[in-house]
Nanobody, 126 residues
């Protein structure tokens, strides 16, 4: 399984960027998918995540408090792709953004494994 991320770049404060990440390879079931980020000198943190849930547990969407109201995560389930629309960007959003997914590859009884994509740099200038 590979996670291919794209969409990073340089933008002025108040601007927008859209990140995308596509899972390819032996994807039997995409259990969850989302984005983490790591700023220089800081720990990696969750930005946003979509959990698809199961037949018994409803799916959910989660955001870091710092991005609520500005970032929106969405997915194209047919394409195993997740998007992160980032609006009203701030200099403190500058970081390397990593795509993250929990994917079952070995059939219905595989509870899933964690995969990471290569990071994409987002730089927000003031």
């Amino acid at each position: 399984v590979q996670l291919q991320a794209s969409g990073g770049g340089l933008v002025q404060a108040g601007g927008s960027l859209r990140l995308s990440c596509r899972a390819s390879g032996s994807v039997f079931r995409l259990n969850s998918m989302g984005w983490y980020r790591q700023a220089s000198g800081k720990q990696r943190e969750l930005v946003a995540n979509i959990d698809r849930g199961t037949m018994l547990i409803k799916g959910s969407t989660e955001y870091a408090d710092s991005v609520k109201g500005r970032f929106t995560i969405s997915e194209n389930s047919d394409a195993n792709t997740v998007y992160l629309q980032m609006n009203n960007l701030k200099p403190e959003d500058t970081a390397v953004y990593y795509c993250h997914a929990d994917i079952s590859t070995d059939g219905p009884y595989d509870y899933g494994k964690v995969f990471w994509g290569k990071g994409t740099l987002v730089t927000v200038s003031s």
